[in-house]
């Protein structure tokens, strides 16, 4: 079945059908709560909880992209948990189970098990560094740069104007750049950034 | 020149901000264009440009997560079937004590009806016939019941030998019929016709309603002859009579009546009547201890074949009620 006949079934309360676009969009769902939370346990609940409003609130879905529908809830199910956070702080960030109970899709077969691990903790630092973003920003990088939204989509997604997705991204990115750089020590060489050619903002590349 | 540098400084931190989107080709080619020959000239820019491109990178090429578990939402339970199938043992264990507390009270009914005296025994055709007399105090209005009742009649043996013999018995109490109100039983017995199986059920309600005068003593007569056993068979004697039509014939008392209504209707094919006379006087003997009143005495035997159909029918219901409750139990019993 495509996924308008799904969508069309859903709105009439076809639990069958809804299922069969959470089949579809549960992965996306969850790893953008993944990288928006950092957290496995928050992220499952938003997930959960984004199913069951996206279910509620099938009548109010007015054609356009299901997925950037879904999406929207998913962020807000994520700015939810994150309230809930603030409310009961727990552990810092940097203490939160880092993907201890995810295990990665090997994309190259040919990474050795020591580049693999390496790899590993490039990417904590980096999903560190995304966690240590503004929500705003977080959401639009997450949306942007790891699941591969275009700007327009993210926009959607965020009902917010292209201008402010660009300048949230460029803001966000430079911020988790910045991150990177200040932990590069702890990494490989080769995932350390170069360094910034010194004093070139005081105005020396101007004469 | 210090305006020259603020601009200078202004236009870095203009290309700086647009580099994101430089690096993703999401500029006007104005910009663009100014953005490249910024680059040209700015070193910084290009490291920044430079290391952004390898945060986005590897951002991009974070891992999808493994789904921990399945989001789907709970289809509407659908246990109901299976609810409903337990519920049917209660309903049968309902169904059977309703029914056997029916039965209980058709019985207790037929016993209070036929004065818990037993049914007389088989060779099985019975015929009652119940006449009441009114009081001699009122002699214009009198009500004269009279009923055949002929329960599963099984004939067996030839048919020639069909004939009726007045039930003799009926003479001795006729003289006193007057002075008590006395229902009169004649026992009927079949004689033996061929190799048939006949199930009758037969009522007579007669009620002899009060006429004016004593005109009716030659009608009642008449119209009694024509209380025969319709449906008889016909090898039986054409001049064969009802028993209904001898018995009230001889009862000189009770003239002064008249027979409004008298039905006969024997699903019987082949029957012969011949009442032992033992029976007869055995049945006449007992006195009826009920002082009904006319009217009731006459729907009397109307209700009784109702309660015994009503028994009969609840019987079967209740053995096969019990044995359908065994078996559904046995049956939940075993799924479980």
């Known amino acids: 079945m495509d996924e308008d006949a799904l969508i069309a079934a859903a709105r009439k309360g076809d639990v069958r059908a809804f299922n069969q676009l959470v089949v579809r969009y549960q992965g996306l769902a969850y790893n953008v709560a993944y990288r928006i939370l950092y957290d496995p346990d928050a992220a499952a609940d938003a997930t959960q909880d984004s199913f069951f409003s996206a279910f509620r609130a099938m009548g109010k879905f007015r054609g356009g992209s299901f997925k950037a529908w879904l999406l929207r809830i998913v962020t807000n199910a994520c700015y939810d948990q994150l309230r809930v956070k603030q409310r009961r702080p727990t552990s810092s960030l940097d203490a939160l189970p880092v993907e201890a109970d995810h295990t990665y899709y090997l994309e190259d077969s040919s990474e050795l098990p020591d580049e693999y691990v390496e790899r590993q903790e490039l990417n904590r630092v980096i999903q560190a560094g995304i966690a240590h973003l503004p929500v705003e920003q977080r959401a639009v990088l997450v949306l942007s740069d790891v699941q591969g939204l275009s700007y327009q989509e993210v926009a959607d997604v965020l009902d917010v104007s292209l201008g402010t997705v660009k300048s949230r991204l460029s803001r966000g990115r430079a911020k988790v750049r910045d991150f990177l750089q200040e932990k590069g020590e702890l990494l490989p060489r080769r995932y350390r950034l170069s360094d910034e050619p010194e004093a070139e903002h005081t105005g020396g590349h101007a004469q | 020149m210090s305006w020259l540098r603020r601009g200078k400084q202004t236009e870095h931190r203009t290309i700086e901000e647009k580099l994101s989107a430089y690096l993703d080709g999401e500029l006007l080619p104005k910009e663009r264009e100014a953005v490249e020959q910024h680059l040209a000239v700015c070193p910084s820019c290009q490291w920044n440009l430079k290391t952004l491109r390898q945060t986005v990178q590897w951002t991009s090429e974070l891992p999808m997560v493994r789904v921990p578990r399945t989001f789907t939402i709970p289809v509407p339970a659908r246990p109901a079937p299976a609810v409903r199938r337990w519920r049917f043992v209660p309903v049968l264990q309902g169904a059977t004590a309703l029914v056997a507390l029916l039965l209980f009270f058709a019985v207790a009914g037929d016993a209070m009806l ?81 190799g048939v199986t006949v199930t009758a059920a037969a009522e007579i309600d007669a009620t002899l309603a009060p006429v004016g005068g004593g005109e009716a003593v030659e009608e009642d007569a008449q119209e009694q002859e024509t209380v025969v056993v319709e449906g008889a068979a016909p090898t039986a004697p054409p001049s064969e009579p009802s028993l209904a039509a001898e018995a009230p014939a001889e009862l000189p008392t009770a003239t002064p009546t008249a027979m409004e209504a008298l039905t006969l209707e024997p699903a019987s094919t082949e029957v012969a009547m011949s009442p032992p006379s033992g029976q007869a006087e055995e049945v006449l003997s007992a006195p009826s201890p009920e002082p009904a009143s006319d009217r009731r005495t006459g729907l009397r035997p109307a209700v009784l074949a109702g309660v015994r159909w009503a028994e009969y029918v609840l019987g079967v219901l209740l053995i096969v009620l019990v044995g359908a409750t065994i078996g559904a139990m046995a049956w939940r019993r075993s799924r479980r």
């Open chain 2, 114 to 194: 036929t004065d818990f005296r037993p049914v007389t025994t088989p060779p099985v055709a019975t015929q009652s016939v119940a006449r009441e007399a009114a009081s001699p105090t009122e002699p214009g209005s009198v009500d004269v019941a009279v009923t055949v009742v002929a329960e599963m009649v099984v004939v067996e043996g030839e048919a020639e030998g069909l004939m009726v013999q007045e039930a003799p018995a009926v003479e001795a109490p006729a003289a006193e019929e007057p002075a008590v109100e006395e229902p009169v039983r004649i026992t009927l017995e079949v004689a033996p016709a061929e």
